[in-house]
């Protein structure tokens, strides 16, 4: 069974456009989150969820807007899509029990032409 | 910005122990050190963590050192499949807290 799932894998599409990204865990955990990887393979946090409520939203365009409908989603919708968005965008989830080491999904390659 | 310094790359053979160092002189008191790995065109996965002790689990042992300013990452018997980016990072241990990646060690296994 997949942990965390991610949809669809892989994006393309014209500047411009809008677009989501959806998330998915059945890990019953309570925080989820969206990752950025760009060309340089630097990995950096874009926001994080606990129960649904936003508790970390990094310097990140307001085009990018997490939604959370409940605890086991987290999509990503971003409007206006630049050449600049291009990059991997991993989600990734947490218990908040000690420990909460974060479990990622496959990744979601988005290519804007 | 990443609190930790790691060696850009490792090489070992399969089968032998790989040991990946990892600096962290600016940890705080309630700061944990993590490592997670990244096998190439997948998400990031968690390895171990620890706060004083060793610890060893089913994929590693981190040994952190008495001062707590170092680490080191030890993969008992790297098999091909454990190339990979391994990354150090330490952080509070709170529901919530991002992980803060660098540039992490890439590690390759030949046989």
């Known amino acids: 069974d997949t942990a965390v799932s991610q949809t669809p894998k892989y994006l393309v599409t014209q500047m411009g456009n809008d677009k989501s990204i959806k998330c998915e865990q059945n890990?019953?955990?309570?925080?989820m989150y969206w990752y950025k990887q760009d060309s340089k393979k630097f990995l950096k946090i874009m926001f994080s969820?606990?129960?649904?409520?936003?508790?970390i939203n990094e310097t990140v365009p307001n085009r990018f807007s997490p939604k959370s409908p409940d605890k086991a989603h987290l999509n990503l919708h971003i409007n206006s899509l630049e050449l600049g968005d291009s990059a991997v965008y991993f989600c990734?989830?947490?218990?908040?029990?000690?420990?909460?080491?974060?479990?990622f999904g496959p990744g979601t390659r988005l290519t804007v032409t | 910005d990443a609190k930790t310094t790691q060696p850009t790359s490792m090489d070992c053979a399969e089968g032998r122990a790989a040991n990946l160092p990892c600096n962290h002189s600016t940890i705080s008191g309630n700061e944990y050190v993590y490592w997670y790995r990244q096998i190439h065109s997948q998400g990031p996965q968690y390895i171990i963590h620890g706060l004083k002790n060793n610890e060893t689990n089913e994929m590693a042992s981190l040994i952190i050192t008495e001062d707590r300013k170092s680490s080191t990452l030890i993969l008992p018997h790297a098999t091909l499949r454990d190339t990979a980016v391994y990354y150090c990072i330490v952080r509070v241990n709170q529901a919530g807290t991002a992980l803060i990646f660098g540039k992490g060690t890439t590690l390759s296994v030949s046989s």
């Open positions: 990734a989830s947490s218990h908040n029990e000690n420990g909460n080491e974060q479990y």
């Open positions: 969820y606990n129960n649904k409520e936003l508790i």
């Open positions: 890990l019953g955990h309570d925080t």
